[in-house]
């Protein structure tokens, strides 16, 4: 998962889940009880759990063109989460092997442009940005893609 500072030390909690939205519930959960056990505070938490699931979600539609087969579970790379305690909050890296996404080419949708244009779809991206304190992503065709997501308590 890249050449970062935390992935070179050892996460309090990693998850490797398959490519199908049946399992975001695990990062969720994994997400609201690191949470409670660092002191987050719960209006936080909940944020950033949701943060985490349009992420996870936003890998298996896009990066991944659609959950793998069920067949597949066990052999498709899936997404990787790594989570790290950070002296202010958490840190989560969420990892892929998919096509990944041009973030600085992406127009951030608005929910009065969501509402105007009667979109079913389309505030991925802004409830993450919104939700959390600090996004970093890094898009390689050697190592795959890593999106960086850090709430502070």
Do not use: W
Not at 84 to 92: A, C, I, N, S
Not at 102 to 130: C, F, H, M, S, W
């Amino acid at each position: 998962m890249g050449d970062s500072y935390q992935s070179r030390r050892r996460p309090m909690v990693s998850l490797q889940l398959p490519a199908a939205l049946r399992y975001l519930a695990l990062a969720r959960t994994a997400t609201l009880e690191i949470c409670e056990q660092i002191g987050m505070h719960p209006i936080k938490a909940a944020q950033f759990e949701m943060a985490i699931d349009e992420a996870c979600a936003n890998i298996i539609e896009h990066s991944y063109n659609g959950p793998c087969a069920p067949a597949e579970e066990t052999t498709h790379p899936g997404v990787g989460l790594r989570f790290f305690e950070e002296p202010d909050g958490l840190l989560v890296e969420i990892h892929d092997v998919g096509d990944g996404f041009d973030l600085e080419g992406k127009d951030l949708v608005t929910p009065q442009e969501y509402l105007a244009n009667r979109n079913e779809r389309g505030l991925g991206l802004y409830i993450i940005r919104t939700f959390v304190d600090r996004m970093e992503y890094e898009r390689s065709p050697e190592s795959g893609n890593t999106m960086r997501l850090t709430k502070r308590r």
